[in-house]
């Protein structure tokens, strides 16, 4: 008769620690918020009480340890852990409408889109500069005298003149930054610079100068060609 | 209740068992506790924000060494060359900005501190704050293509006139003083450490041109430094846009003391004492029925 309450508390326990720590660590997957999680583990309950409670047996032998809990008859050595419960559960709720209503001291949360989707115009620009040893070098040498300061002489985002942007420049070397994108992509980035962000990129916060003011088209893509050489990262491709 | 039932049988009293019963209550309570608390949140982080602390009395609007600063809680924010504009520059004298602020429900005062190994006439420092509810460009609300920007409010104190000056820009080359000049400043340097005091009453009358305090609510804030050193031919090194800046963060006057959240979780937590009476007395009526 024990089991009938032991067996739904390991569910519960085995699901919490599926959705906790076993699901975000599944590839592809990400940490489940805790809303949702909730949300999971109202549903096994409400299967587990629909399941336990399916005959009068089953429903007295899933209730019936609760309410003598409840009501402490014969309870014996639990009586101590039936007071901290009830002493327990008015605190738990009374913190938990605390923090619902207390007004909130944090500054507001910040999403940002790290690699927003480009104008139309620029999907499926292909670089219009032959890939030649001496392009690229004189790409690195564009990169040296306008991208250097801030993403860094070793294309790692750490420039002499990047320490107080926020966000911080981007770091080519990470295979998270210009190996997950076209060279179309960069062309968009470079050229617009920080102020042709869409909303979600919050371009209000970004340093990158419009780059199209100062530089010619050629020179911006031969500066794409020396950032991935630099950077020993690929373009990406759709083969 | 079944006859069957562990609570209601001597077996189920047996220490072992109960043991057993005990470490998996103690484990679901725990569980519980972390479901219900949401998570961990991450705690506050320093410099993203200043916030002023509210103090009765006079501001220390025109001294910026007086003893209430001590009492305001330091935001430290790196500063970086202004590279956005392409009139330059890719390295300046002031690295790291220390900010305190205060307000008193009516002024607001801003403590700007930074080192600079020398003292210069064209020493000067500003704070920009974006206008209303439109997102302006940290870079002098400089103009987006794809967003409506809004303007920037820029409080302006340079040495040699030691005094704030109240301006207003939507890109750079748009840099006006208002009309109305509601800003003071006054800066002291000492010990290669510049301390500017900006201050203004927390609302004005020119909304649409001026940030305007709200204690409770964040608005972004932005700094600037020139150091005003010059180089061999006596040219100023930083000038106009080539100057140290900071990113956006935010800026808020604490609200006064609001208690009411202990007041809604105390009416909270006796509903819940008093969801748990009724509920052990109908249950117990069950039984004796």
Redesign the interface.
């Given at each position: 008769m024990g089991h009938s309450l032991i067996r739904p508390i390991i569910i519960m326990g085995v699901m919490y620690a599926v959705l906790k720590f076993v699901l975000p660590n599944i590839p592809g997957s990400a940490a489940l918020p805790s809303s949702l999680i909730l949300l999971y583990l109202l549903l096994t309950l409400s299967g587990i009480i629909i399941f336990e409670t399916v005959s009068a047996e089953s429903k007295d032998a899933f209730w019936g340890p609760m309410q003598k809990f409840l009501t402490g008859d014969n309870i014996g050595g639990l009586k101590p852990f039936r007071y901290g419960i009830l002493i327990f559960f008015p605190l738990l709720v009374g913190w938990q409408t605390y923090n619902a209503t207390a007004p909130s001291g944090q500054p507001p949360t910040e999403s940002r889109v790290i690699h927003p989707a480009p104008p139309g115009e620029y999907t499926g620009l292909v670089n219009p500069v032959p890939k030649t040893p001496e392009n690229i070098m004189q790409g690195k040498g564009f990169y040296a005298a306008f991208c250097s300061p801030c993403h860094g002489a070793n294309f790692d985002g750490k420039g002499p003149a990047a320490r107080g942007y926020n966000p911080p420049p981007a770091n080519f070397a990470d295979p998270t930054t210009i190996a997950m994108l076209q060279e179309s992509y960069l062309f968009w980035r470079i050229k617009k610079g920080g102020v042709g962000l869409p909303i979600e990129g919050m371009p209000w916060k970004s340093a990158m100068p419009r780059w199209e003011l100062e530089l010619p088209d050629e020179w911006i893509w031969k500066i794409i060609m020396g950032e991935y050489d630099g950077a020993h990262q690929s373009p990406r491709t759709w083969e | 209740?079944?006859p069957?039932?562990?609570?209601?049988n001597e077996a189920?009293?047996n220490p072992v068992?109960?043991t057993v019963?005990?470490s998996?209550?103690v484990?679901?309570?725990l569980?519980a506790?972390l479901?219900?608390g949401?998570?961990t949140d991450g705690l506050?982080q320093e410099s993203?924000?200043v916030r002023a602390s509210l103090v009765s009395g006079a501001l220390p609007v025109d001294d910026p060494n007086a003893a209430a600063w001590n009492g305001a809680a330091p935001a430290v924010?790196?500063?970086?060359?202004q590279?956005?504009?392409?009139d330059?520059i890719?390295?300046v004298t002031v690295?790291d900005l220390t900010v305190r602020a205060l307000h008193d429900g009516t002024q607001v005062a801003f403590l700007l501190e930074y080192n600079d190994p020398t003292e210069d006439p064209d020493d000067a420092a500003a704070i920009e704050f974006m206008v209303g509810d439109k997102?302006?460009?940290?870079?002098h609300g400089?103009?987006?293509?794809?967003?409506d920007?809004g303007p920037v409010n820029i409080w302006f104190w340079k040495h040699k006139d030691n005094k704030g000056v109240d301006m207003w820009a939507k890109g750079f080359g748009t840099l006006r003083p208002h009309s109305h000049q509601d800003v003071k400043a006054k800066g002291e340097y000492a010990n290669g450490k510049w301390r500017v005091v900006f201050s203004r009453s927390l609302v004005t009358e020119h909304p649409d041109e001026d940030m305007q305090v709200t204690p409770?609510r964040?608005v972004n804030i932005a700094f600037a430094v020139w150091d005003g050193r010059k180089d061999a031919t006596g040219q100023l090194i930083e000038k106009g846009s080539q100057k140290?800046?900071?990113?956006?963060?935010?800026f808020?006057a604490e609200?006064p003391p609001?208690y009411?959240?202990?007041l809604?979780?105390?009416?909270?937590?006796?509903?819940?004492?008093g969801f748990?009476f009724v509920?052990?007395r109908k249950?117990?009526e069950?039984?004796s029925a």
């Open positions: - | 209740m079944s069957g039932s562990p609570w209601g189920s009293m068992k109960l019963q005990w998996v209550y484990k679901w309570v569980i506790t479901i219900m949401g998570g506050a993203v924000a924010f790196p500063m970086s060359p590279v956005h504009w392409p330059r890719q390295e690295q997102k302006a460009h940290f870079a400089q103009p987006m293509l794809l967003v920007g409770g964040f140290a800046v900071s990113s956006w963060w935010y808020r609200p609001d009411s959240g202990y809604y979780a105390g009416v909270a937590a006796v509903l819940a004492l748990q509920l052990i249950l117990k069950g039984q």
